[in-house]
Every structure is written in structure tokens, then in C-alpha cells.
Antibody, heavy 114, light 107 residues
Framework: QVHLVQSGAEVKKPGASVKVSCKTS????????VHWVRQAPGQSLEWMGW????????RYSQKFQGRVTLTRDTSAGTAYMELSGLKSEDTAVYYC???????WGQGTLVTVSS | DIQMTQSPSSLSASVGDRVTITCRAG??????LNWYQQKPGTAPQLLIY???RLQSGVPSNFSGSGSGTDFTLTISSLQAEDFATYYC?????????FGQGTKLEIK
């Protein structure tokens, strides 16, 4: 079965960074891309970027350019999203999703609070 | 970025009702349109892709139609488990963008 399993909830102070992992199973990681999408409380979904599992190429939303870094460990079938310069407005659930958005991780709540 | 606009924002209906949700794209996106269902505290689930193709495992009372800029999601006979929030999303160009959501509530 195909699964994306994310790391647990995080609480961070403003200005800090957070790194969320997304471990995949049930498919060949290098043949797919992984998207990252976030959802602030009570809000819609917002795409942040994607990473090609094979060659590691990335594409970022302009909104997050310079603050987000997507990486992957092909041998571990795991993708990572690091967001720096955290602000209270970054409090959200962060999701990873497979390239066609057919499979999603369970989400990781990141809370930014002083 | 392509703006996606859903209507209505919320909808009250009863079990057994037929429900239609509309999504309008800010430009022609052909049929590069997905629909998702999201229940509280869970990740979105893909229902429909390419505007009208039913994702594997999704009940057949869900259907999608449209092309260009105007799309609809129809639930032919509402079941109790269908009360959720629904989102459309365009995959025509990067960045992929989502509608604001339609919350379907029990009347």
C-alpha cells in the first residue's frame, strides 16, 4: 500500500526554523515528485513547492521563495520541508502529497508562538 | 497565478439530496481540474481528477464535469459520510492553486 507518513507536531518561536519529514512507502520514490501544501486554521490549501524525487530539482511558490527549502533522501524514500524565519502567520498544518495529489501525508501541525 | 473561485461557500442539504458545487478558473485550464473532499482533522482526499475522472475507490455517486473555465462537482444522492468541505484545484500551471472551499453541512 502507498503511504506518506509525516513527522510529528512542532512548536517553534518566531524567527526559528522548522523541518518536517515525509516518509514514503509502497512506490518507487525516485519516479515521483513530492508536493508540500499548507493549511492555516480555517483556511484553504496553499501550495508551497515540489521536489523531484529522482533528480532533486525543486520549484517553489514565489510567496515562500527564500524561506523554504525542499530536500530529499532517495535511499530513505523521504522528503523534507524546511521553513525558516517563522512568523505567527506560519501556524498551519503542513502536508506532503505525491506528484498527482492522489496520496497525502497525514499532516504536521506547526505552531509558531512566543 | 490562476485564481479558482468556488460557489457556494457553504451549503446545507439533507441525506438523499442531489448537490452541485461550482468552480470557476480565472483562465482556460482545459480539463486540468481536481476535486477533493476534506473532513475535519484529516488530509484532503482526491475524488475527481482531469475534471471528470473518478479516482479509484471513490463512490460512484460523485461525478465531475466541465472544461475551460467552468466546472461542477455533483453528488447524486448525499450520504451521511459526504458532509465535509470540498475543494477544487487547477493543475494546468505552476503554482497549482485551490478554491476557497465549499462546506457541506447537514440541514
Amino acid at each position: 500500500q502507498v503511504h506518506l507518513v509525516q513527522s510529528g507536531a512542532e512548536v517553534k518561536k518566531p524567527g526559528a526554523s522548522v523541518k518536517v519529514s515525509c516518509k514514503t512507502s509502497g512506490f518507487t520514490f525516485s519516479q515521483y515528485a513530492v508536493h508540500w501544501v499548507r493549511q492555516a486554521p480555517g483556511q484553504s490549501l496553499e501550495w508551497m513547492g515540489w521536489i523531484n524525487g529522482g533528480n532533486g530539482n525543486t520549484r517553489y511558490s514565489q510567496k515562500f521563495q527564500g524561506r523554504v527549502t525542499l530536500t530529499r533522501d532517495t535511499s530513505a524514500g523521504t522528503a523534507y520541508m524546511e521553513l525558516s524565519g517563522l512568523k505567527s502567520e506560519d501556524t498551519a498544518v503542513y502536508y506532503c502529497a505525491r506528484s498527482t495529489f492522489d496520496i497525502w501525508g497525514q499532516g504536521t501541525l506547526v505552531t509558531v508562538s512566543s | 497565478d490562476i485564481q479558482m473561485t468556488q460557489s457556494p461557500s457553504s451549503l446545507s442539504a439533507s441525506v438523499g439530496d442531489r448537490v452541485t458545487i461550482t468552480c470557476r478558473a480565472g483562465q482556460d485550464i482545459s480539463t486540468f481540474l481536481n476535486w477533493y473532499q476534506q473532513k475535519p482533522g484529516t488530509a484532503p482526499q482526491l475524488l475527481i481528477y482531469a475534471a471528470s475522472r473518478l479516482q479509484s475507490g471513490v463512490p460512484s455517486n460523485f461525478s465531475g464535469s466541465g472544461s475551460g473555465t467552468d466546472f461542477t462537482l455533483t453528488i447524486s444522492s448525499l450520504q451521511a459520510e459526504d458532509f465535509a468541505t470540498y475543494y477544487c484545484q487547477q493543475s494546468y500551471s505552476t503554482p497549482p492553486t485551490f478554491g476557497q472551499g465549499t462546506k457541506l453541512e447537514i440541514k
